[in-house]
């Protein structure tokens, strides 16, 4: 009893017929509810043309590089201690030298919270806004993303491309469930696969295979298209579709002079480059920028090694902390004088933060439930610095942020009409963000 009847639109009879009714009330028309409808479907225009998403994998220490507690015990507080930005109140870590002075381009968020301590898992959940499924491994159970698109995908089908270079792109080498999930393999990334810091950087899927010129390509290519008509009669007509638009995406990536000029890292100036830092993570900013000038919209960089059970403060220091911060502020101050930042988000975080209290080795342990995110660009109010945790960088004081807070926060910035809704082919309905709100006062 009252259980509402849905029509193969899902809308329910019972909602039918009180949309129905509204006509007479207030004057509304069919036509305008529909034009009405039609409108309120459309994507919001957002500031942000493209998203730069920086992952720190393994989980950044929040209390060692934004979020600094002086006054903490030492076994708490670390060695390193805050130094002041070019924004007034705004103090970071000391290692945090070239982030110190662009802190007028970006904010950080100090409430980011979520209660996944997991690498996989957590990177799964903050990728994708949804706890991950599970596939039995040999001696465990890990998790399996082939459900849930990530944040890329996502882009990837609500804007489209722009160009013919790629919507969606990993660097350097695939992102921890950063795949398309149930929207399939044309929503994917690019994966580069190889490391732009290396003197040897190209990307081989741009280039014909050896021994095969120009021409017998092109003979090869006509083949194809003579083919494609007989797969469609021999009952093949779905799979031939989307071959073959798979196909014509990858001939016309290989014959783009955009594409070749985007991922051609030796026409930047040296001295561009050494800005950047020679480094993986600096020249993946670097090609990131370039992708972002030739129509890419969505450029996940992979930066591992932050996992610092061990050692934490000599790795931060020597080996971590430089490349990151040389690669951030380098990124969002190219952008800014390029005058891409306006439309360019950036973002910089990682699956989690790390523990307040130092272990016996030196390291801190995984901790979820406080980090830190960094937002540039894109309509983000810079020059502040959002929400607090507690004074031992443990836990949120103000209201916490979460993963899916985040992820509507990203896209809704980008023109994503985050309350949609997909269905999986088994008529599983999978909202594009499940919940959150805009992060208050960050945009």
Not at 173 to 191: D, K, L, N, R, S
Not at 233 to 244: E, I, L, V, Y
Request: net charge positive; glycine share 12%; proline share 7%.
């Amino acid at each position: 009893m009252g259980k509402s009847i849905g029509y193969c639109d899902r809308v329910t009879r019972r909602s039918a017929l009180r949309l129905g009714g509204s006509g007479l009330i207030g004057g509304l028309t069919l036509p305008g509810l529909l034009q009405m409808q039609s409108e309120a479907a459309l994507p919001k225009p957002g500031k942000a043309t493209a998203c730069i998403l920086i992952y720190l994998q393994g989980g950044p220490s929040h209390i060692d590089m934004w979020d600094l507690k002086p006054d903490a015990p030492a076994e708490i507080r670390g060695p390193f201690k805050p130094i002041r930005t070019n924004v007034p109140g705004i103090e970071i870590g000391e290692h945090c030298k070239e982030c110190a002075k662009t802190a007028h381009l970006y904010s950080i968020l100090r409430s980011h919270s979520h209660n996944d301590n997991g690498h996989t898992t957590g990177y799964h959940y903050s990728l994708t806004g949804y706890r991950p499924d599970f596939q039995d491994g040999q001696n465990s159970r890990i998790p399996n993303n082939v459900l849930y698109p990530s944040l890329g995908s996502i882009v990837s089908r609500e804007l489209g491309p722009r160009t013919a270079v790629p919507v969606y792109v990993n660097l350097p080498h695939p992102m921890t469930a950063g795949g398309p999930g149930f929207y399939g393999a044309e929503h994917a990334p690019f994966v580069i696969e190889s490391d732009p810091v290396q003197p040897d950087f190209e990307v081989k899927d741009l280039r014909l295979t050896r021994g095969v010129s120009r021409d017998r390509f092109d003979r090869r290519r006509g083949a194809l298209s003579a083919m494609e008509p007989r797969g469609k009669t021999a009952g093949a007509a779905p799979r031939a579709g989307a071959m073959s638009t798979y196909y014509e995406k990858a001939y016309d990536l290989i014959t783009s002079p955009a594409a070749q000029k985007a991922f051609d890292l030796r026409s930047e100036p040296a001295k561009v480059r050494e800005a950047y830092g020679y480094t993986s993570l600096g020249q993946c900013a670097l090609l990131a920028r370039r992708l972002v000038e030739s129509g890419s919209r969505f450029i996940g960089i992979d930066h591992g090694s932050w996992d610092t059970h061990y050692s934490n403060f000599l790795s931060l220091e020597k080996d971590l902390i430089p490349h990151a911060d040389r690669a951030f502020a380098a990124l969002i101050r190219d952008l800014n004088d390029r005058g891409l930042l306006e439309n360019t988000l950036v973002v910089m975080m990682g699956e989690m933060g790390r523990t307040p209290r130092i272990n016996k080795d030196a390291g801190r342990d995984h901790w979820s439930m406080a980090q830190s995110v960094l937002f540039a660009g894109g309509g983000i109010k810079p020059g502040q610095v959002i929400g607090a945790t507690d004074k031992e960088a443990a836990y949120p004081t103000t209201t916490p942020v979460g993963v899916e807070d985040l992820l509507k926060t990203i896209l809704g910035q980008m023109g994503v009409d985050t309350n949609k809704t997909y269905y999986t082919q088994l008529g599983r309905p999978v909202p594009i963000v499940n919940g959150g709100e805009l992060i208050a006062g960050l945009v």
